[in-house]
């Protein structure tokens, strides 16, 4: 059996044995209260409720495909200030971490900056609206989700960007004592994500305060995440406390991380395939044991609202 490194980021998904995907499976067992019992009960994060109860955008639905058990969408996470153990995360991020209030900046080369408490920002851009995205992370799993949230175009409608914001900057909360995960590692904190302006601005590209109508669990990033989904996860930046229009470039984490492995752009792509394992099918998180894979596709799916983003641009080389 091989034994599970504590830098999982660095383990495929798809290339962990039998063995440790049954270890995985018993903990998110434990993690969403199957196994012990611990968490029965507990009650959801009350970060951002304004804006609930949310309408669908019928415009965003997804047709054919079920969205992924709340459950295993909030017991299967990625989010490294916690812990590298996906079934650990749920648990963490609910002892005392505090996602109420939380007061969010926005700024840099921009006409009218900003500094307020998010359920007055989500008031100030005309409330929150549902839409099903599909999910894929870069370790080769998926997800589909019903997030509430609102398109990021409006916070750039909100602060007017002048001619020098060419890239956005978004910085994650940086608070050792709540976030035991920040207290070492091999990430330099906060984490940061960054965005061209034209892929900011791209209808597809939300601020998620919510999942499945309701407020969104500390672990999927309260109370304020982004979710772009034509990319692979880690662009998705939760728990944000920072959001800065700037004119260069910013280095995201897992490029500082891994820079031969993960790039700035991160488009989910079949063809390109991550040094270490390929990408052109994922394992589709909740089909059971023995888990079901699909072909992973182009933009994950959003080839047609994305795909002129870049055109021109080597795929290959900026991946
Ligand atoms: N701040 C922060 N954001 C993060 C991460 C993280 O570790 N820290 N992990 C990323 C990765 S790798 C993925 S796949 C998604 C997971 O989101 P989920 O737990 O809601 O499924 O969040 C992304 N955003
Ligand atoms: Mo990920």
């Known amino acids: 059996m091989r034994i599970l490194k504590k ?9 962990v044995t039998p063995e440790i995907d049954f270890i995985n499976r018993r903990r998110f067992l434990k993690a969403v209260g199957l196994g012990s019992g611990a968490l029965v009960g507990q009650s959801l994060s009350r970060a951002a409720t304004s804006g609930f109860p949310s309408t669908a955008n019928d415009a965003y639905k997804l047709e054919g495909l079920e969205p992924t058990e709340y ?22 991020a609910n002892k005392g971490w505090q996602t109420e209030p939380w007061t969010i900046e926005i700024g840099g080369h921009v006409d009218n900056p900003v500094k307020l408490d998010v359920n007055e920002l989500i008031k100030k851009v005309g409330g929150i609206e549902q839409r099903v995205y599909r999910f894929r992370c870069v370790e080769a799993w998926s997800m589909v989700i019903p997030w509430d949230g609102f398109q990021l ?13 060419k890239f956005l900057k978004f910085t994650t909360f940086k608070d050792p004592k709540s976030a035991p995960g920040q207290k070492g590692g091999s990430i330099d904190w906060p984490y940061v994500e960054g965005l061209t302006i034209e892929e900011a601005r791209n209808d597809l590209t939300l601020l998620a305060t919510g999942i499945y109508g309701k407020p969104i669990p500390n672990q999927n990033g309260a109370p304020i995440r982004l979710v772009v989904p034509w990319k692979y996860g880690f662009k998705s930046i939760k728990s944000i406390v920072k959001i800065e229009f700037v004119s260069k470039r910013p280095v995201n984490t897992w490029q500082a991380l891994q820079p031969r492995e993960y790039g700035f752009y991160a488009n989910v792509n079949p063809e390109v395939d991550h040094p270490r394992w390929s990408q052109a099918s994922e394992r589709i998180i909740g089909s059971g044991f023995f888990s079901k894979r699909k072909d992973t596709l182009m933009f994950n799916g959003y080839e047609e609202q994305v795909a002129s983003l870049y055109e021109g641009l080597d795929l290959r080389r900026n991946f």
Do not use: H, M, R, T
């Not at 602060?159 to 914001?165: D, E, M, R, T």
């Open 7 to 15: 830098n999982s980021w660095e383990l495929p998904e798809s290339s």
């Open 71 to 92: 459950d295993l969408i909030k017991g299967y996470n990625n989010f490294y200030e916690f812990s590298y153990d996906k079934g650990d995360v749920q648990d963490l």
């Open 153 to 165: 175009s409006k916070i750039i409608d909100l602060v007017q960007p002048n001619a020098k914001a």
